[in-house]
């Protein structure tokens, strides 16, 4: 996994709340293990499900783990005897399911009690998902072109990934409604106005700045790490600008506080996507057009901007200008990484299991682990 270095704010990270919880000794069976309890939420693409057994003085010839009905991860003894214990995990992406769904994992294991004496054992345990997208437009951004704006084309693509969308479109939105919104965003879009670290909001001289969003990811996330963060809010993994030079640096990064999930991945499948220059309103739905679909199609974060490029390349070649960016010298064809870069996790997925590469799962939606 390919991470921009980030500048982190002062924090003292503990970072032995990612040690692996082993089977205990006593004989049992436990989802997700024998120590950790269920996530408070599922959400994103990168969630865990795990189960856990210990024979009762004999071995376990198989197991089986599900989420709801789907087969994730499975083991078969090879021979006469299997292991004592095992340990199975899968990660999966929950907007296969709806916001709001409580989702079952379950667990299964043929225990051959004392080594003789076959048992199937089962355990089972469920959370709900938390997949949210606060979507923002100016009131500024009026379509020219025959096409519905920006806004209009991510709802209709965000909604048909699984994400329950709220729409903010020409509502006066504050500094106030983004921070109310981030208790529940998944991810964030905004097609408005900005400068470096800025994002300008519906409301004249009450932008949201960078460092605001730290101030508020702290009470938002509480004690502890996702999924297990002590207030039950998801953390903010994805966040889209379709601003003017929002992206100018890494500052946005801080929507990710507290950086790290409880499995001791960091900064793992979270990324900011942005610009560095002066946009067009006339753009953002071609821009969202072209963006969107990548991401529906199981595209990774740094291939959907890669796909940008390559459309602005094309149309520059035929001597069009479809997607465009001022960075001072005037008006042009997007061209390089540097006009829309991509910070934190490159291989961030919107939708399809999370692989940390631009690989799409075998499975398309979960992988065992």
Request: glycine share 8%; hydrophobic share 35%; charged share 15%.
């Amino acid at each position: 996994m390919r991470l921009f270095r980030l500048l982190l704010p002062s924090a003292v990270i503990a970072i032995s709340a990612f040690a692996n919880s082993q089977p205990s000794s006593t004989p049992g069976i436990w989802v997700p293990n024998s120590t950790e309890g269920m996530p408070k939420y599922w959400t994103w693409t990168n969630c865990r499900a795990s189960g856990s057994a210990v024979s009762n003085a004999g071995y376990i010839a198989a197991a089986w783990l599900y989420v709801d009905t789907q087969l994730v991860n499975s083991f078969q003894a090879d021979g006469e005897w299997g292991p004592m214990s095992i340990n199975l995990k899968a990660m999966w992406d929950s907007s296969h399911f709806t916001n709001g769904a409580a989702v079952v994992a379950t667990f299964t294991i043929l225990d051959m009690e004392y080594g003789f004496w076959p048992t199937l054992k089962t355990k089972t345990g469920f959370t709900t998902v938390k997949n949210r997208v606060p979507i923002y437009e100016h009131h500024d951004a009026i379509p020219i072109r025959p096409l519905s704006d920006g806004i209009d084309v991510a709802e209709t693509k965000i909604g048909a990934m699984g994400y329950l969308t709220h729409k903010h479109k020409w509502d006066r939105w504050a500094n106030s409604t983004v921070e109310a919104d981030s208790y529940n965003a998944t991810a964030v879009y905004t097609n408005t106005h900005g400068a470096a670290s800025t994002i300008g909001t519906d409301v004249s001289g009450n932008p949201v700045y960078a460092s605001h969003v730290y101030g508020w990811r702290l009470p938002i996330n509480g004690t502890g790490f996702p999924p297990y963060n002590s207030t039950g809010n998801p953390p903010t993994n994805y966040v889209h600008m379709e601003n003017c030079n929002s992206n100018y640096n890494n500052s946005f990064t801080q929507w990710f506080w507290p950086y790290y999930n409880h499995y001791g991945g960091y900064v793992e499948d979270q990324a900011v996507f942005g610009y560095t220059g002066l946009t067009d309103w006339h753009d953002n739905a071609v821009m969202a057009l072209i963006e969107w679909p990548e991401l529906i199609n199981r595209k990774t974060i740094v291939q959907m901007r890669d796909k940008l490029i390559t459309v602005s390349l094309s149309s520059k070649s035929l001597g069009l200008s479809y997607v465009r960016i001022d960075k001072g010298a005037g008006w042009r064809c997007i061209e390089f990484d540097t006009d829309c870069p991509v910070y934190g996790d490159q291989q961030t997925r919107f939708k399809g299991v999370y692989t940390g590469t631009n690989t799409v799962a075998p499975n398309d939606w979960w992988r065992p682990l």
